[in-house]
């Protein structure tokens, strides 16, 4: 009988050999990935790291807390701006500015989760919604922030090493990703995770438990902020340029959308999720260039539609996933995974 005796072994990193020997798999893979496969794989591999920490942050906030939130773009932002500003204006390293630039993000996620204390479900939405479409605004009428044309991202340097392409600066991603991945996992572990799912299950049955409303949702919106703010200054060094417009409320929704497509409450669902939006994005961006498809959808938008309209396409398969998500496995992916899971354990019975 698999019996816990106490809260340290849900904190447990290896609960047996057969984990210990796939994690392994999985790091002598990630060591190996820049050399297996082309730059652009290795650019795309970076993307999917900064994703998985965005919806992992937002995980803790939606899938556990039980708050919606459609301004995580806004703290992307601020996680972006900052970092590079510390780094250009107060001549900060790197590995410096990139917490720094975290802490703000978590300011501002501080101060939005106020609200989030006398709202919630559609008027939180909109409350967050608002924030994210603001700080935009905002950042690009500054002139600190490079106004509407942008800043451009020093030079990074760790140490004696000069991470000037994207396959130095994966090996940096990776790791800071694996770190963010194993403290969201324990988190939700501890008494502050348990009273965020206590929160989200009934948040008035938790008062009466003692539970405080005022600080958890505030820290629930804090620490999601903080991994977007992360996942932010990483992204800066991704693209080498950022402007105001990249972080649109298109971000916003694609995030939340990885953490439903990937199943809430779930650091596995966060993952699976972001990997496989995140991989779908990139594709079709260009979804032109997919043969066969691309020239169907070409010769489709020609005689029925408009051909600017062919880069829609992407936005509506991201609906109809999350539509037909919700209808047959609103668990999400994750879902998916436990019932196979438990089809294997009791086959052929």
Do not use: C
Not at 82 to 97: D, E
Not at 326 to 332: A, I, K, R, V
């Amino acid at each position: 009988m698999d019996m816990k005796r106490n809260y340290y072994e849900d904190v447990q990193l290896f609960s047996s050999g057969v984990v210990i020997f796939w994690f392994a798999a999985l790091m002598v893979f990630l060591a190996a990935f820049p050399f297996l496969f082309k730059n652009y794989f290795v650019y795309v591999a970076n993307y999917i790291a900064i994703n998985i920490i965005v919806v992992i942050g937002l995980n803790i906030l939606v899938g556990y807390t039980g708050l919606i939130s459609l301004g995580h773009a806004g703290f992307f932002a601020i996680g972006a701006y900052s970092t590079i500003i510390f780094m250009t204006r107060l001549a900060l390293p790197f590995l410096v500015a990139l917490p720094l630039g975290a802490l703000v993000a978590a300011l501002f996620g501080f101060l939005l989760g106020l609200p989030a204390l006398r709202l919630e479900g559609p008027y939180l939405t909109i409350a967050t919604l608002g924030f994210g479409l603001t700080v935009t605004q905002v950042i690009g009428k500054i002139e600190l922030f490079g106004g509407r044309q942008g800043l451009h991202t020093p030079d990074l340097v760790i140490g004696p090493w000069h991470l000037d392409n994207d396959r130095s600066f994966y090996y940096l991603v990776v790791f800071i990703t694996f770190l963010m991945v194993i403290f969201a996992r324990n988190l939700i572990k501890t008494r502050v995770g348990r009273a965020f799912i206590a929160i989200r299950d009934a948040d008035i049955a938790a008062e009466t438990m003692g539970v405080n409303l005022v600080y958890y949702k505030t820290l629930s919106f804090a620490i999601s902020a903080f991994y977007a703010g992360v996942a932010g200054g990483l992204y800066a060094f991704v693209l080498r340029y950022i402007e105001p417009e990249i972080f649109s409320l298109l971000m916003s929704i694609m995030f939340l959308a990885m953490v439903v497509v990937g199943g809430l409450g779930s650091i596995m669902g966060a993952i699976v999720g972001a990997v496989l939006l995140s991989w779908l994005d990139l594709q079709l961006r260009n979804i032109l260039s997919i043969p066969y498809l691309g020239q169907w959808l070409e010769k489709l938008s020609a005689s029925y539609f408009s051909i600017t309209g062919v880069s829609n396409i992407q936005f509506i398969l991201f609906g109809s996933i999350m539509v037909f998500i919700m209808l047959f496995e609103p668990l999400g992916i994750f879902g998916i995974w436990i019932r196979i899971k438990k089809y294997w354990k009791t086959w052929p019975f």
